[in-house]
């Protein structure tokens, strides 16, 4: 099904970045482990793009992985690895009939032949579907994404003179994408711990105590509207304060 004709609301933040903190509190909670909790964390995922998609926005960036996330316990990085294999197998077929684009970015090296092999295929089946794309951060970070970058408008043969902000973008993870509008981030915390730095220098952020797994269409609803009331100025003055043209 193609849903890209509908006309889009311009209050509604065309790309939203979650970093989805508070799974492992949410499972303390319970007495159960952190795992358990991450695995509470993709079903709400799941749930979170939809009601993404229907309210209209185009592009949801989430954190899954951090590249210091590694310094976990052995336990919680495999958990977190077969999560996503069972993720994968759970959900693919359903995110693929809702129109969901998947892809990954992040460095990929690390992960297993395995894992590389489920993205890869997560992302061919959904090449094809425009509802809403979802990129998923695994074994990412912001500044490993900068440095990325460099190299590889480098290997280009990229002149220095040439590589501005446009010419670095195109090299960036997220090349594909307008810059996040929105960036939210549950379980309480407030930085961004080397999420998109280099795409959220204009984001407008909204911290909740929510914990991920808890995150519903509520705090979604409330997300939005909190975006609606800011007055976006990417440097400029505020709006009430423009002189109208001709006075
Ligand atoms: C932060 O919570 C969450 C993570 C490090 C992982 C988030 C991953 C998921 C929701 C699963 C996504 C997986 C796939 C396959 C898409 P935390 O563990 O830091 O929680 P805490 O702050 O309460 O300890």
Not at 23 to 52: C, S, T
Not at 64 to 71: C, G, M, P, R, V
Not at 111 to 126: D, H, Q
Request: contains cysteine.
């Amino acid at each position: 099904m193609n849903f890209s004709d509908t006309p889009r609301d311009p209050t509604v933040p065309r790309h939203v970045a979650v970093v989805m903190d508070g799974n492992g509190r949410w499972a303390r909670k319970r007495y159960m482990p952190r795992v358990y909790g991450h695995k509470q964390g993709v079903d709400a995922l799941v749930r979170a793009v939809n009601a993404f998609a229907d309210r209209g926005v185009d592009y949801l960036t989430v954190f899954a992985f951090s590249s210091e996330n590694w310094k976990r316990p052995s336990e919680e990085v495999s958990g977190l690895m077969g999560l996503v294999l069972v993720a994968v197998s759970k959900y693919l077929t359903k995110l693929a009939g809702d129109g969901v684009r998947v892809r990954i970015v992040g460095d990929r090296s690390k992960v297993s032949n395995k894992l590389r092999e489920a993205w890869e295929y997560a992302e061919r089946s959904t090449a094809h579907n425009t509802r809403i794309n979802l990129s998923v951060a695994f074994n990412y970070g912001g500044r490993w994404d900068m440095v990325q970058a460099c190299r590889h408008a480098m290997l280009d043969g990229v002149h220095p003179e040439a590589l501005d902000e446009a010419a670095l973008s195109r090299y960036m993870a997220l090349s594909f994408a307008p810059d996040p509008d929105l960036f939210i981030r549950t379980g309480g915390e407030m930085r961004i711990s080397n999420f998109l730095l280099w795409q959220s220098a204009y984001s407008e952020f909204v911290f909740t105590e929510r914990l991920w797994p808890d995150f519903d269409e509520t705090d979604i609803d409330a997300a939005i509207q909190a975006y609606r009331q800011r007055d976006r100025r990417y440097g400029g003055i505020p709006t009430e304060e423009l002189v109208p043209q001709g006075i």
